[in-house]
């Protein structure tokens, strides 16, 4: 069963209930960290990590000895990583998508692919818990083969908890696409329901079952709780405002080190959220 975390804002507490689950489970978890522009996982559960890998794109190569000066590469990129400038392809490999139709259509085959590499994937274990990250190179802006990358460690044998990056766009897509179930974080505040809105959106798209996790409940009004009302949407998890929890958080310690009572909350969520994921 693949779990996934995600919200249509930053800040909401993704990780703090990626980490619960994760905390919960035990042996029985594999925590994949797809915030790959700035995880923080690792944080909260200090794993000893075993294996990096680099991950790679292949972008275009021109061999200007060969190249005619046709345009085709330029016009086949929707993505416009090659300018046609003075009859020369001009490749701006940040932008480039990987697909590797510029070499396709050359007809002359001046165009190779060679590797650039944009971030790493480090796994390790955190106690029990097998973890894995991804780890974006400064000045990438090319997340989600990255995110691919960290999904590959998916296990059947075990129930996945996928942190996902905060929103609603491509590299947010990529770490829920393929789950079993998706906790939408969110806050009782009007910047938090007007997010969760988009997050519910975003989801439904996906056809992927879902629930709401409301973080910081005491603060804000309850419009998030009559939302959720009037759309059918289930809350699996209610997290108070303490001070406690956020100091907790300040240090880079779970909640339940400075809370052990609301180690019961988490305790009782991968039992519920199976349920609903089979429909009982």
Known sequence: MIIAIASGKGGTGKT??????????????????????????????????????????????????????????????????????????????????????????????????VPRAIGVVERGFAGAVEFVHGRLNIGQVFAPPLIRAVRKYAKADKITIVDSPPGTSCPVIA??????FVILATEPTPFGLHDLTLAVEMT??????????????????DRVR?????????IVLEIPDDRRIAEAYSRGEFLTDAAPEYGALFKALPERLANMARGC
């Open 175 to 180: 770490a829920i696409r393929g789950s079993d």
């Open 16 to 113: 703090t209930i990626s980490v619960g689950l994760a905390w919960a489970l035990g042996s029985s978890a594999v925590l994949l960290d797809c915030d790959v522009e700035e995880p923080n996982a690792h944080i909260f559960l200090a794993p000893e990590f075993q294996e990096s890998e680099s991950v790679n794109l292949l972008v275009p190569l021109v061999d200007e000895s060969k190249c005619t000066g046709c345009g085709l590469c330029g016009k086949i990129c929707r993505y416009n990583a090659i300018a046609m400038l003075n009859q020369k392809p001009l490749v701006f490999s940040e932008m480039c998508h990987a697909c590797g139709g510029c070499a396709l259509v050359c007809p002359v085959g001046a165009i190779s692919e």
């Open 226 to 234: 009559r939302y959720c009302a009037e759309q059918n949407i289930p």
């Open 204 to 221: 439904r798209a996906l056809k992927i079952p879902f629930g709401v996790a409301v973080n910081r409940v005491g603060i804000g009004d």
